[in-house]
C-alpha cells in the first residue's frame, strides 16, 4: 500500500471535563475509501473537525505526505488539499453552479470577476470527475443531489485531494444515494482519499475499503469492510449485539381511526399541502415515506392545530381540524417530534417535570390548582423504569441526558397516556442504533396495543421494516399507497422524485366507524419498551452525546 496521504496520531480533544476525541489515530490513502462509524457523541464529526482545521486538538499530531502540519484553520486546510462536505449545504440558491463553486477564489480579468473563466473551469471539473451538472444553472433550481454535486465541486475546484463527506445520503432519494455512491468510487479510482461518516451500514458495506470504528472518543477497530457484515460492525460500535431489524407479527388492522379528506394549506402562493387524503386504522403503522420538504412539516402542523388548513380532518368520525393542540392530545393523539428539543421537551427543567409535561394540569399531578411532587415522581419513576431512561436522579435536567434517552422519555411520556393515534415524525433522528432499536420496539408495541401509527421518515429502511401500509408523499400529496410486500426502495423512490405513476390505492379504506374504536382504543395492552431495552445503552449523564454542539460532534 502507498505511503499515507494523512495521518493524525494520538488526536485529543477536549471540551471541559468531556473528551470527545481520546489519542485517536488514523491513516488515509490515496484512492481509498475510508468510512468512519460509531454511535452519537462517539467524536466522528470533531476528529474531521479538527483535520479541517475548524477546531484545535488538545494532544496528538497530524502529518500529511509525511510531514508535520499544524492546521489552525479551514484556509490552511484548503491549502493543503482538504475539503469537507457538510451535511447541510452551504450554498447560495440564486447564483449559478459556477458562481457557487468559485465563490471566494474567481478568476479575474483585471480586476473583473471572470465570468467565462469560471464556467469553463467548473465544465472542465464535470467531465474530468463525472459530474453532470449545468455551470449556468440556479442552485436554488436544482434537486438535492445535485446541489450536493455542488458542493463535491466546490471543495475539487480548490485542489481537494482528501475529501471528507459527512452523513452525505441523509437527504438523498434512493436513486441519488446509488449515484451518490458511484461518484465516491470513480473519485476513489482518480486517487482522491475519501472518509465517508455515515450511519448507513449497508452503504458502507456497498462502497466502503477499510472501516474505522470510534466509540466514546476512542478508535475501537480499523478493519476491511470485506468480509465485515452490518451485525459485526454495530456491534463494534455499541458493545454488544442489537437486533437491526424489529421482530412484528402481521398487523391486525381494526377501523379507521383518523381521517384526512382533500386537506390543503396554502403559503406565499403554493400549496404546502395539495390536497392529501389519508385513512389511518387502528392496529397498524401507516409509514408515509418522501423526500424532505413535501409537506411532512406542514402535515404535522395541521394535525396538531397549529397550522389553518382547508379540508376536512376527522378523528373517531368527528372534525378535529382547526382545534387546539391541548384538545386534541385531550382526545387521544400523541406526538413524538422530529425536533425533540425545540419541540418535546423543555430542557431546563427536569426529568421528572418532563415526563409529565403533557398532562400537568391534571389528576393526580395537581390538585385545586397546586402540583403535587410526589406524584409527579412517582410517574415520572415509573416512565423512567419501564422504558429505560438512563438518568443519574429524576431531578437533572432533562438536557443532562443523551439524545436517546431523552427520546426514550418523550416516547415514555406519550405512551403513558394510551393513545390512539400517535404521529412520529422522524423518532429515531440522531439516534445511535441502539436507540433506534429501541424506538422500533416501541412503536409496534404501540400498534399491538391497538394504537394507530403514523410513522413519517425521510429513512426509507425505517419504513419499510416498520410500515404495514406505505404511503408517498410529493409535492404536498399522497401520490402512491402501496403494501409492504410490493414496496422496495426503487418503486418509492421513483414515486417521491414524481417520476412513477400516481396509484392511490384503496387499501386501509373503508367507513370511518367514529363509533367502532373507543378514544382509549391503545389501552387494550400494555406498551413496555421491547424484550432485551434493558440492553440499551445510551450514555447518560455529563455532556448530551446526541446534540453535540460544544463538542462539534453531532452525529
Known sequence: MAEPIVSLRGITKRFGDFVANEAVSLDLYPGEIHALLGENGAGKTTLMNVLTGLLRPDGGEIRFRGRPVRIDSPEVAYRLGIGMVHQHFKLI????????????????????????????????????????????????????????????????????????????????????????????????????????????????????????????????????????????????????????????????????????????????????????????????IYGLAGVDGNGQRPLVEVLFGRRPAEGDVRLFGEPILGLPTKALLERGMALIPEDRHREGLVLAMSVAENAILTRYDRPPFVRRGILRPAAIRRAAAEIVERFDVRTPSLAVPVAALSGGNQQKLIIGREVARRPAVVVAFQPTRGLDIGAQAHVYRTLVALRDAGAAVLLISFELDEILALADRIGVLSGGRIVAELAPEAADEETIGLYMTGRGDVRHGDAGRGDSGGDAVRRGGAGRGEVGSGDDAGQEDSGHGGADRTDEGKAGDGR
Open 93 to 284: 440558491p440564486p447564483f449559478t453552479v459556477a458562481e457557487n463553486v468559485v465563490l471566494g477564489a474567481e478568476p479575474r480579468r483585471g480586476l473583473l470577476f471572470d465570468r467565462r473563466a469560471a464556467r469553463e473551469a467548473v465544465r472542465a471539473l464535470t467531465e474530468a470527475y463525472g459530474l453532470a451538472v449545468n455551470p449556468d444553472a440556479r442552485v436554488g433550481a436544482l434537486s438535492v443531489g445535485m446541489q450536493q454535486r455542488v458542493e463535491i465541486l466546490k471543495i475539487l475546484y480548490r485542489g481537494a485531494d482528501v475529501l471528507i463527506f459527512d452523513e452525505p445520503t441523509a437527504v438523498l432519494t434512493p436513486q441519488e444515494v446509488r449515484e451518490f455512491l458511484a461518484i465516491l468510487k470513480r473519485l476513489a479510482g482518480q486517487g482522491k482519499a475519501i472518509v465517508f461518516i455515515t450511519h448507513k451500514l449497508k452503504e458502507v458495506l456497498a462502497v466502503a475499503d477499510r472501516v474505522t470504528i470510534l466509540r466514546r472518543g476512542r478508535v475501537v477497530d480499523t478493519l476491511p469492510a470485506a468480509g465485515a457484515d452490518e451485525g459485526l460492525l454495530a456491534e463494534k460500535m455499541i458493545g454488544r449485539r442489537v437486533r437491526l431489524a424489529p421482530e412484528k407479527a402481521p398487523a391486525r388492522p381494526g377501523p379507521v381511526v383518523l381521517e384526512l379528506r382533500a386537506v390543503r394549506e396554502r403559503r406565499t402562493g403554493q400549496d404546502a399541502l395539495a390536497g392529501v387524503d389519508l385513512a389511518l386504522r387502528a392496529g397498524e
